[in-house]
């Protein structure tokens, strides 16, 4: 079935350090990954998201790849702030359904 | 900046008892969504919602569940009667097309006692 692996678990990085967490998906009819951030007591905000047709985008310190090939998409942050310590989370959706699968959840934590 | 709003923030319940979970998606979206996360596992689909009928639905999402759009601005989320591993985190999300970015609210925390 459709599922959606993510590492690390946790992740630690020394403030303006860059962080990097990686997703595998397993239906190659995904076409849709989003990233989310969730801070504590809250719910899951979209960060930024890439579709299919690309294989790479860009927002400021936050940029997502994709190798459809590999079916590996990755978050890249760099200049990292304390402010960035969160779970995140990546997810995939097929292109003829509304429904997210997500991976597993990534903690980072940002020391000053 | 226009947000998805879910109330209670916190729910405790008996088991056997029904719960209504209520979100206020973003006013002119077209796709309502539910979502859970129990704790420390990832978030799981339940159910998407367009036109006022149930669009796509997880395995999750037995005959203890149902959804509705009472009036046009609010979405709901009904468990009939509570069990214990329906503890958790849900989460209610809108999108405003098909196939495009779905917003999440803060989620109620559900604990069935």
């Known amino acids: 079935g459709e599922n959606v692996e993510q590492h690390p678990s946790t992740l630690s990085v020394q403030e303006g350090d860059s962080a990097v967490i990686k997703c595998t998906y397993s239906?190659?009819?995904?076409?849709?990954f989003p990233w989310y951030k969730q801070e504590l007591g809250k719910g899951p905000q979209l960060i930024i998201d890439?579709?299919?047709?690309?294989g790479e985008k860009k927002d400021q310190r936050i940029a997502v790849t994709l190798n459809k090939t590999a079916k590996h998409f990755s978050l890249h942050i760099t200049e990292t702030q304390p402010e960035d310590s969160a779970v995140y989370f990546c997810a995939a959706r097929k292109y003829n359904t509304d429904k997210l699968i997500f991976g597993t959840g990534t903690r980072l934590q940002v020391f000053p | 900046e226009p947000e998805v709003t879910q109330t209670p923030s916190h729910q405790v319940t008996q088991m056997g008892q029904e719960v209504i979970l209520r979100c206020v998606p973003i006013s002119n979206h077209l796709y309502f969504y539910w979502y859970r996360q129990i704790l420390g596992q990832k978030v799981e689909f339940l159910v998407s919602?367009?036109?006022?009928?149930?669009?796509?639905k997880s395995e999750i999402f037995d005959d203890q569940f149902s959804v509705e759009r009472p009036d046009g601005s609010n979405f709901t989320l009904k468990i009939r009667s509570t069990k214990l591993e329906d503890s958790a985190m849900y989460f209610c999300?809108?999108?405003?097309?098909?196939?495009?970015?779905?917003?999440f609210g803060q989620g109620t925390r559900l604990t069935v006692v």
């Open positions: 239906d190659s009819a995904s076409n849709y």
């Open positions: 890439i579709r299919s047709n690309v």
């Open positions: 919602f367009y036109n006022n009928e149930i669009s796509e």
């Open positions: 999300a809108s999108g405003g097309r098909m196939n495009t970015e779905a917003f």
